[in-house]
């Protein structure tokens, strides 16, 4: 069997964290921001650290707006479409549920239909080549602006009573991803599934009367593998949770 201590190494619950400065990057109807998008299998959360925001949602429930400032902490559900909104300096610890699978790939933009007909269009349309900072940043805003203007057009559809653009987008976001979801499964099991296998067999041990998973502990530390990524929605600190330990790590 294996240890309940060492059978799972990663942050608590399986979450993925980064450090996020939204985009100051204005946009053609005037708020500056990120990229609108959904997420087919993580919960996300935010923990404003810094300056003042918003987060527009869609989804079934509707639109929304909601304000951000230091201290909020706001989360929503797989299937929301949200774009934040910067504006004053909007810094963010971002939460991801099931650590593996954000970063590989578990979020689809709100681009026009034409981008979403199949997996290499999208992902032409998406991709940050790997090139001079400027270039880079060139990329993220060209696919940030394609993304505001399918989210706008889901948006005006929604408020003038019809769903069906938003559900057509949904159906195509999940096919786009049809083909990674064996790979994905993959990585669940050795993330988050492992980790609620951990717990149970710490009960069970508890249970028993047994404490000896008590003496596997240990402390890990990370500082950021990757700083000033360009992610979809600003400029990332990220952590390689997986990778070895050590003071400088």
Do not use: K
């Not at 504006?87 to 979403?116: F, H, K, S």
């Not at 400027?134 to 559809?157: M, S, V, W, Y």
Request: hydrophobic share 40%.
């Amino acid at each position: 069997m294996v240890s309940p201590a060492a059978g799972f190494a990663g942050l608590p619950g399986a979450v993925a964290v980064s450090h996020l400065s939204v985009y100051d990057w204005e946009s053609a109807d005037g708020a500056s921001g990120g990229t609108p998008h959904l997420h087919l299998t993580c919960s996300e959360a935010y923990v404003v650290t810094g300056g003042r925001g918003a987060v527009q949602t869609l989804s079934a429930e509707g639109l929304d707006t909601t304000p951000l400032a230091p201290g909020s902490l706001v989360w929503f559900t797989p299937g929301t479409i949200h774009r934040l909104v910067n504006e004053d300096g909007l810094r963010i610890v971002v939460l991801m549920q099931n650590n593996g699978l954000p970063e590989a790939g578990d979020a689809v933009l709100t681009l026009p239909p034409a981008y979403l007909t199949d997996p290499d269009t999208y992902a032409r349309a998406v991709r940050i080549p790997d090139a001079a900072e400027p270039e880079q940043a060139a990329a993220a805003r060209r696919r940030r602006d394609l993304a505001i203007e399918g989210f706008t057009a889901l948006r005006t559809a929604w408020e003038a009573g019809d769903e069906r653009p938003l559900l057509d987008f949904q159906r195509s976001a999940a096919a786009l991803v049809r083909p990674r979801v064996a790979e994905w499964r993959a990585r669940w099991e050795e993330g988050a599934a492992e980790a609620a296998r951990q717990t149970g067999a710490q009960l069970d041990r508890l249970a028993a009367g047994d404490a000896t998973h008590l003496a596997e502990a240990r402390l890990h530390a990370r500082l950021p593998a990757a700083q000033g990524r360009f992610g979809m929605c600003g400029r990332l600190n990220t952590y390689d949770i997986h990778g070895p330990d050590g003071p400088d790590s």
